[in-house]
């Protein structure tokens, strides 16, 4: 009993460890190994830079996410735990780093365009609590810019017969192309779903472009840097870099009949993008939508420009290695430092692989039940497989480090001297008289009694027939007695096991489940 309650012990130790590092330690580690970027590995981000914390897609599940109806305790299940994983990582991963500005590359939510007024404002909800906006008043204004993607507003062919979904969403995030300034470095926030549109008179796609010339003048004393969530063209089959972790997107367009515009595309096309990268002369570009991470370089006439895909930051979105990015742009305005040239410098950050904690909890659930179902009543110490072994290592220790020797019974004994005819002296060992052994003694003995035997056996009546019966009757029923004790025993058995079982189960259950649960409250609840 007490090796069972050593072994409950130690799953509860093993439980608590593994608690707090799947719900908070692992995002400590994810702060810990990333770092804001730096001209050099060895020197710190400089104090005159702008911090900027990059997310892309979080996409919030909703009804349209799984098909599920919205009252669906699946449904409502997936949304609670993708939700507070978000939470997690902004507040325990990105927070920390204190960034200056927070900026969205879009797809905030996952069905915005299809979602009825009710339901989107429930998911605006849910966005300002993941993202803790609703606590920016409390706290320093930290400036939070948005980028519009198609999960939030579709493609050109949904907007142009439902155009309300434009006006709800610049409602509550403001306009879908502008820019603004970090340090002395211009950021260009471009609405992509616009650019390609099939309608080559649409209000949007024309207001879109307007917006983009008017800044190709621009200063050029200021680099810029483009934002868009779709990313721009790129060949098929093109490399994305070290960090990628799917299969390559190849480019896809599909348009709406009748001329009706774009119903979906992995990339802009090529004409949209060398237009873009001729007006803006961006230093980078920062897109989404892929979910994946990818870095490529576009060749331009003023030189190559490197364009960072950010992959989405839910577990929930088709990747096992969420992440987010930090970037600093510098100098700040106010440094007025002629010699000091404008630089932007970015470091990519991978959160906790969420699906890989929540299967090493299900491994470690069943290593538990099988640990408390076939662990030994008396500890390791019973098995004889043990025993066999530890026997073993005991002779052979014995063998190695034993430093006596056997002793031989023949090199003992008597001898006398004896004289031969010529006269020299010779030690001969004198004979011992063995003592009679034992065979011969029982073979004597043995002949008597074999007489005896032999005799009382020809006098020896044959038992009655019915005498045999009656033997034979009463061993048979103490063997079914013997069988049916076995049976009862091996039953009690099983049941004593069981319930040794279910008891440590519930040991186990009730000093960690009140752990998990603390840690998800401290973690949901708004500070």
């Known amino acids: 009993m007490q090796s069972a309650t050593r072994l409950t012990l130690l799953l509860c130790a093993a439980w608590a460890a593994t608690v707090l590092y799947g719900e908070m330690g692992a995002y400590w580690a994810s702060y810990l190994v990333c770092s804001w970027p730096s001209s050099s590995p060895s020197s710190s981000l400089p104090n005159n830079h702008v911090k ?93 810019y948005y980028l519009s993607g198609n999960h939030d507003i579709g493609y050109s062919a949904f907007f142009s017969v439902h155009p309300e979904v434009l006006g709800r969403y610049e409602k509550e995030f403001g306009s879908r192309n502008y820019q603004f300034s970090a340090g002395k470095v211009d950021f260009v926030v471009i609405d992509a779903q616009t650019l390609d549109a099939g309608a080559k008179k649409s209000k949007e796609r024309s207001s879109s472009w307007e917006f983009v010339k008017s800044l190709s003048p621009g200063n050029a004393s200021h680099p810029k840097v483009l934002l868009t969530h779709i990313p721009l063209y790129r060949p098929d089959n093109t490399p994305c870099g070290p960090h990628r972790s799917s299969p390559i997107i190849n480019q896809r367009v599909s348009y709406a009949a009748l001329d009706q515009g774009i119903t979906y595309q992995n990339y802009l096309t090529k004409e949209t993008s060398d237009l873009l990268l001729s007006l803006l ?5 920062l897109s989404g939508h892929d979910h994946d991470q990818c870095t490529v370089v576009h060749s331009t006439p003023f030189g190559p420009v490197t364009e960072h895909t950010l992959g989405t930051i839910s577990w929930q979105q088709g990747n096992l290695y969420p992440s987010f990015m930090l970037l600093s742009a510098g100098p700040k305005l106010s440094q007025n430092s002629t010699d000091m040239k404008p630089e932007v410098m970015t470091n990519l950050c991978f959160l906790p692989k969420q699906t890989h904690i929540y299967i090493w909890y299900i ?84 002949r008597g009694s074999v007489v005896a035997r032999a005799t009382a056996g020809k006098h020896q009546l044959e038992p009655d027939s019915s005498v045999l019966v009656e033997m034979g009757s009463e061993m048979t029923s103490d063997d079914g007695a013997k069988l049916a004790r076995t049976s009862k025993l091996k039953v009690r058995k099983v049941l004593q096991r069981l319930f040794r079982v279910i008891q440590s189960i519930v040991v186990i259950a009730a000093l960690n489940v009140p752990l998990y649960m603390m840690l998800l409250f401290k973690d949901w609840i708004d500070h």
């Open 52 to 144: 900027i914390a990059v997310v892309a897609d979080p996409q919030l599940m909703d009804s349209s996410s799984l098909g599920l109806p919205s009252s669906s305790v699946a449904l409502q299940a997936a949304e609670f735990y993708t939700d507070l994983n978000m939470r997690r990582s902004f507040q325990s991963a990105m927070l920390p780093f204190k960034p200056d500005v927070v900026l969205f590359l879009g797809d905030h939510f996952d069905g915005g365009p299809y979602l009825s007024d009710e339901e989107w404002q429930e998911s605006l909800f849910r966005f300002k609590h993941i993202f803790s906006l609703n606590e920016q008043r409390s706290k320093p204004h930290v400036p939070i």
């Open 281 to 285: 002369k961006p230093v980078l570009v």
């Open 363 to 446: 491994c470690q659930f069943a290593l538990t039940i099988l640990l408390l179902v076939f662990w030994p009543t008396n500890g390791l110490g019973s098995l004889p497989c043990l025993n066999t072994f530890i026997g073993f290592k005991r002779s052979v220790g014995a063998e190695l480090f034993s430093r006596t020797k056997e002793k031989n019974d023949e090199d003992d004994g008597e001898y006398e001297m004896v004289f031969d005819a010529e006269g020299s002296m010779h030690l001969v060992k004198k004979a011992v008289a063995k003592a009679p052994s034992a065979s011969s003694d029982s073979r004597a003995i043995g």
